[in-house]
């Protein structure tokens, strides 16, 4: 709610202070006294552009404040908290937008600078203005579809979060397996490489160590005939040939000889003992080259074997650039790397499958969104309608058009805009263009009034929304503002005395010419000085008759709405 508005040297006024009341205030006053330049300075407050031409000439700077009470729970509160921005503690909100003479404007919320972008959210969601030819928050189409939902009440307002949920969840899943298979398709000729070496060196049975190990042997084989013939030599010189003693023979008879001298001299057996162990030593090794001379059995196969076998490892050494042991360590990583996109594919799948099933999820509550909101337009444009009746557009066709959407949308599956029809014979047109800014202000008033118990924002300005009717018609949109009034701080330019008369709190601006210079005043009215007003209002010129009318208008408004001044 606006508790109070200050205007410093802005267009023609050089400072005002207004405080609207938290029902129906009006601003009522001669054709160009400056009434519309106190709405045009609410919008600048609420964050529309400005220029240096609403500066008051000679001086250096405009300034627009608002002080705004807030309640719990309004959507102005979230916004601040978005962008870190403390209420007072009696949840109050100060707008503050300085305007200096090149154009360029300052914008503060509660003393604290901010760009324009954060003073626009947190100024959309304060004060609502319905000017003539103005395009308001309800002309905007997400907004139109807030309206219809909050319409709907908790149990519509309950499925709208689950189409929500099921969307955004779908949503981010879609994006994950979108990742999986971009990064799958990019590894897949890596993986595909991976395998068939992982295969070709599986198929190979090599082993580590087997290098180094076929070497030795190939070695062996290759120097079979030397390796006998020395071996053979070596083995005659241990065992003897039949023509020489061999060292094991000469051995045991030194050992004989020695232990002769030790039975006459005991200090050589110490010598005998160590003969004794050297001949032990040389049979044992006589007795191993004699069974390896055995077993030397030199096979051509077998070399050929062990050629193939090794030139078989070359290549794989050669085509992986590395030898066999790192190549079966390669093996070992690339063997878990290939299980990890295995395992990455399976996860793929789950995915898949969990994406299925939250579309299944989407698609029954966007169903039911939408048989909610099929009920809910009919009894929304059933009211709105009734209510153009009431303001004088009886003729008129009010609809909610409702386009189907294909595919996924976090709001559901259909688009929501405000038709009207305003003449028979004329089809429906978008709300936003419709041409009669009296047609507009009343097609306004009649769904504030409709959605008076569950719009969230609590200030709505009508510029004046009189223009072009008399009448029953009049006196009708003075009663729906009354109405509003009581759920809403309305605030309201007219040149209507019967809605002027309904009012809570009652201004007057008229210009007045001092030093040669024009300049707005405005000025709260009250007892007489009301009454005075709303007969000028009514004749143009203050008559018995006139007077006499005005005070039965406010009589009456008095009679019908409770709170009005006396």
């Not at 949840?91 to 090149?102: C, F, K, P, Q, V």
């Amino acid at each position: 709610m606006l508790v109070s508005l200050y205007l410093e040297n802005f267009v023609i006024i050089d400072c005002l202070t207004v405080e609207p009341s938290p029902g129906l205030t009006v601003l009522t006053g001669e054709t160009g006294a400056g009434k519309s330049i106190i709405v045009e300075a609410v919008g600048l407050l609420l964050g529309e552009r400005a220029a240096a031409d609403y500066v008051r000439a000679g001086t250096d700077r405009a300034l627009i404040e608002g002080y705004f009470q807030c309640q719990a729970g309004e959507p102005v509160v979230e916004a601040c908290n978005e962008l870190g921005i403390a209420l007072e503690e009696d949840n109050t909100l100060l707008l503050s937008r300085e305007i200096a003479a090149s154009g360029r404007s300052t914008c503060r919320i509660n003393g604290r600078t901010v760009t324009l972008g954060m003073y626009q959210q947190v100024g959309r969601n304060l004060v609502d203005i319905h000017g003539q030819h103005e395009q308001q928050s309800l002309f905007s189409l997400p907004r139109q579809l807030q309206v219809l939902d909050s319409m709907g009440g908790a149990g519509l307002m309950a499925v709208r979060q689950r189409v929500y949920a099921a969307y955004h969840r779908q949503k981010t899943i879609a994006e994950q397996l979108q990742a999986r298979e971009e990064t799958a398709a990019g590894r897949q000729h890596d993986l595909e490489v991976m395998a068939a070496w992982v295969e070709e060196i599986d198929r190979a049975g090599v082993a580590a160590g087997e290098k180094e190990s076929l070497e030795q042997e190939r070695q062996i084989l290759r120097s079979m005939d030397r390796l006998l013939a020395r071996s053979r030599e070596a083995l005659a010189s241990l065992q003897g040939d039949g023509t020489r003693a061999g060292a094991c023979e000469q051995l045991a008879g030194a050992v004989a000889g020695l232990e002769e001298v030790a039975r006459i001299d005991a200090g050589q057996a110490g010598l005998v003992q160590q003969l004794q162990e050297a001949l032990y030593q040389v049979e044992d090794a006589a007795q191993e080259l004699q069974r390896r001379v055995r077993g030397l059995d030199f096979d051509p196969r077998r070399l050929e074997q062990v050629e193939e076998r090794l030139d078989l490892i070359h290549r794989l050494e050669r085509k992986h650039g590395r030898e066999l042991d790192e190549i079966l360590q390669w093996r070992e990583e690339a063997v878990r790397q290939l299980d990890d996109w295995r395992e990455e594919a399976t996860g793929q799948q789950e995915l898949e499958k969990e994406l299925q099933q939250t579309r299944a999820v989407y698609q029954e509550a966007a169903e039911t969104l939408t048989s909610l909101r099929d009920e809910t337009a009919r009894r929304l444009a059933e009211a709105v309608q009734a209510n153009l009746a009431d303001l004088g557009m009886k003729e008129a066709q009010f609809v909610i058009w409702r386009r189907p959407r294909p595919g996924f949308h976090p709001l559901g599956n259909e688009d929501v805009e405000f038709m009207l029809a305003a003449n028979v014979g004329e089809p429906p047109r978008p709300l936003a263009r419709v041409g009669s800014g009296g047609e507009v202000s009343r097609v306004m008033l009649a769904l504030k009034v409709c959605l008076a118990g569950v719009d969230n924002i609590s200030t709505l300005i009508f510029d004046e929304i009189d223009a072009g009717i008399g009448g029953q018609t009049v006196q009708a949109v003075a009663a729906k503002l009354a109405q509003l009034a009581r759920v809403h701080q309305v605030l309201c330019v007219t040149h209507s005395p019967h809605i002027a008369s309904f009012a809570h709190r009652h201004y007057t601006v008229a210009k007045q010419t001092s030093s040669q210079r024009t300049l707005a005043r405005v000025q709260l009215l009250e007892g007489e000085e009301r009454v005075r007003e709303v007969a000028r209002m009514l004749s143009g010129t203050e008559t018995s008759v006139s007077l006499e009318h005005a005070a039965e208008l406010l009589r009456r408004a008095r009679d019908l709405v409770p709170g009005q001044p006396g």
